[in-house]
Structure formats: C-alpha cells, structure tokens
C-alpha cells in the first residue's frame, strides 16, 4: 500500500500507553515560493497507478460534547489541524479507528469532509470497544483532484473515558489517470 501520510505511526500496545512517532521523511522537491500548491502535490504523488491510499487523523484526550471537530495530522513533526490536499481523483473506501481505551459511554462518531463538507453517509460509529472500522462502496463518495480531505468528529455529552486517545485512518481509491 501506496501512503503519502508516511509520518504516523501509533503503536497500540495497551491500554493508555498510545504514543504517536515518526517514521523515516520521503524526500521532496521545495516548491519556489508562489509555486502552484496542487501542481507541486501532484509533481511530488507517489501514485502512479489506481489503487488505495491511507492518511491518518488523530485526537488526544477527546472530550465531550465535541461537534464536528476537525481532527489533526502530522505536518512536518507538529501535530495540525489541516486538511490534506489530494492531487487526484478518487473515493472514500473505508475509515479505521484505534484508541488506547475501550469506549465506555455515550456515544462518538468520525466523518469524512471533503473540502470542508461533511458527507453524512461517509460515517463511521464506534459502539464498543478500542476499534472499529467501516468500508463503503466503490465509487459512493467521489472526490476530484484538488479536493481537501478531513475527519470530523462528534461526541455526545455522556461520552467516556475523556482521556482517550484515538487514530482514525482514512483509506481512499485514488486514480491518478485522467477520465
């Protein structure tokens, strides 16, 4: 599996000891100043050919209450709240959730928002445990080169435990030929 979101990694080793790390950086080209954002992204994609791509979210202590709350990504080696710029076509596939602790009440879900829009269908709930995943259908939530991607995430006010710490991974169908 092709992932330009190298950087995240969370070892999930028990309960409340998740830790996120870098792993070894891909070199890029520097874009110039003023240089096109989308026309280096696409310069610099390690897609050549369709298939799945991962980036991965997280979100430390999550708290109640919480509604549609962008989650953060690494840039660089600072965890930031920006969405990522996809230099090609595609479609949501599936979204994958790890946390070092089992949920424990109320409830929790994760969207896909595709440049700043949230797509209600592309949800995922988690009802138990410390992880959970949805896949969708093939082309259901298509997306075009140059959209932005995020995960939301809603929380009621009973939800529990506040100090979990959750990695939502966002698989994707890129296609990188032209229609």
Not at 43 to 57: A, D
Not at 87 to 115: C, D, Q
Not at 169 to 178: E, S
């Amino acid at each position: 599996m092709v992932s330009p979101s190298v950087g995240l990694v969370a070892p999930f080793r028990k309960p409340g000891t998740l830790s996120f790390t870098r792993q070894a950086e891909q070199k890029r080209a520097v874009p110039e100043i003023g240089a096109d954002a989308l026309g280096m992204a696409q310069q610099n994609s390690v897609v050549t050919q369709p298939g799945i791509v991962s980036f991965s979210f997280i979100y430390d202590n999550v708290t109640a209450g919480l509604s549609s709350a962008q989650m953060s990504r690494f840039v660089g080696s600072v965890p930031a709240v920006v969405p990522v710029l996809v230099p090609y076509r595609g479609s949501i596939a599936a979204l994958v959730l790890e946390a070092n602790a089992a949920k424990s009440a109320g409830t929790r879900s994760f969207t896909v928002a595709i440049s700043g829009v949230p797509v209600s269908d592309a949800t995922l709930a988690w009802s138990s445990g410390d992880t959970a995943y949805q896949a969708y259908t093939g082309a259901s939530y298509g997306f075009s080169a140059g959209s932005e991607l995020d995960v939301r995430i809603t929380t009621d006010s009973s939800f529990a435990p506040i100090t979990v710490d959750i990695e939502v991974t966002l698989y994707i169908i890129a296609n990188p030929n032209p229609i």
